[in-house]
T-cell receptor, first 114, second 109 residues
Framework: NAGVTQTPKFQVLKTGQSMTLQCAQD?????MSWYRQDPGMGLRLIHY???????DQGEVPNGYNVSRSTTEDFPLRLLSAAPSQTSVYFC?????????????FGPGTRLTVT | EDQVTQSPEALRLQEGESSSLNCSYT??????LFWYRQDPGKGPEFLFT???AGEEKEKERLKATLTKKESFLHITAPKPEDSATYLC??????????FGSGTQLTVLP
């Protein structure tokens, strides 16, 4: 199994540009989520999904959209990039119905918005 | 609102010098406290889950303990390969994880 994969690994955007961060998992996990990690602030939940066709907002959803058309894929869209969205983004997955502890994280996407 | 505070922010140890990392928390209806390890440039890797005060979990040189207000990650006789950032998170009644900002551990040979 590849686990959780994310692309791209690095990305530089200009203010106002849009892009999609890709996330895929091959473990047939129902639950998937997106976090951002900023220095001194820990991981913060952006959006999550408990299954195909179901998504919900986390702690910091503004400026981001998600969709879940398949179990495997959970892309994160930046609608109009802003410098405040400069961060490292992690996708995670776990089987639904578990405690939530054994989340499997992807390797991350480092995004810089100039 | 659930909150997690980790201390110290950074810790440098000599190889073999045991120490502890602290995770203080406030949560509505604790459903679990979690420890993760994160290496530079990588995603967090799950270590432990603790559910109730008094519970302990061990893995190699690491032992996690839990009280009603805090958790400790004890590192016994650390080695340089234990160098990483250690993250603590809680899951409350909202059923989502709230993370602390982490402790960056460096073990010198």
């Amino acid at each position: 199994n590849a686990g959780v994969t994310q692309t791209p690994k690095f990305q530089v955007l200009k203010t106002g540009q849009s892009m999609t961060l890709q996330c895929a998992q091959d473990m047939n996990h129902e639950y998937m989520s997106w976090y951002r990690q900023d220095p001194g602030m820990g991981l913060r939940l952006i959006h999550y999904s408990v299954g195909a066709g179901i998504t919900d907002q986390g702690e910091v959803p503004n400026g981001y959209n998600v969709s879940r058309s398949t179990t495997e894929d959970f892309p994160l869209r930046l609608l109009s990039a802003a410098p405040s969205q400069t961060s490292v983004y992690f996708c995670a997955s776990r089987p639904e119905g578990t405690s939530g502890s054994e989340q499997y994280f992807g390797p991350g996407t480092r995004l810089t918005v100039t | 609102e659930d909150q997690v505070t980790q201390s110290p922010e950074a810790l440098r140890l000599q190889e073999g010098e045991s120490s502890s990392l602290n995770c203080s928390y406030t949560v509505s209806g604790l459903r679990g406290l979690f420890w993760y390890r994160q290496d530079p440039g990588k995603g967090p890797e799950f270590l432990f889950t603790l559910y109730s005060a008094g519970e302990e979990k061990e893995k190699e040189r690491l032992k996690a303990t839990l009280t009603k207000k805090e958790s400790f990650l004890h590192i016994t006789a650390p080695k340089p390969e234990d160098s990483a950032t250690y993250l603590c998170a809680v899951k409350g009644s909202a059923r989502q994880l709230t993370f602390g900002s982490g402790t960056q551990l460096t073990v010198l040979p």
